[in-house]
């Protein structure tokens, strides 16, 4: 099971670096197009911000459920020498329920874009497209997560018992 959710996040890694270098190759013709012959690729900012919410939202799937986001660490010395697994579990489940909440208003707003019919103004896209595909995107990271937490539960009490001393692990 673990390899399956390896095997997702990668694909999720290497679909936001794609559609990050289209969007690299796609401005960069744009730009040339644009000044150096007088014509621009028609729709490009609509087919840019399409590409962008896969980048960014692909890319926060695969690094919250690696683990790999960046991480500020004010108070967690201290709270690391008190309670180092609270801390630890503290922080995931509150990523998590965030996570989960950010995914269920984005799909709230997928919802409204479609019930409303409303397109793009250039390329005439429908507009739920862009939410939705968020809304894809989170739904994979928000599982791939909690998999991920639950996956650690076990390696988190082995290594509790073994900082505690206790070599039989936790007791059922």
Do not use: C
Request: hydrophobic fraction near 55%; glycine fraction near 8%.
């Amino acid at each position: 099971m673990e390899r399956i959710f390896k095997i997702i996040e990668r694909v999720l890694a290497v679909l936001a670096g794609i559609a990050l270098f289209i969007m690299m190759v796609l401005t960069f013709v744009d730009v040339i197009g644009r000044y150096g012959f007088n014509k621009s690729i028609f729709g490009s900012s609509e087919m840019i911000e399409v590409l962008m919410v896969v980048v960014i939202f692909a890319g926060v799937a695969f690094v919250t459920a690696s683990d790999k986001h960046i991480k500020v660490d004010i108070f967690a010395p201290i709270i690391e020498r008190h309670a180092p697994n609270l801390q630890r579990w503290i922080v995931h489940i509150f990523s998590l329920v965030i996570y989960a909440g950010l995914t269920y208003e984005l799909g709230r707003h997928m919802l409204d874009s479609l019930l409303s019919g409303k397109r793009t103004a250039v390329l005439d896209f429908p507009q739920w497209v862009m939410p939705g595909a968020a809304v894809f995107f989170s739904l994979i990271g928000v599982l791939l997560f909690a998999a991920a937490i639950l996956a650690t539960k076990g390696r988190l009490e082995k290594i509790d018992h073994a900082a505690s001393g206790d070599t039989h692990g936790p007791e059922l």
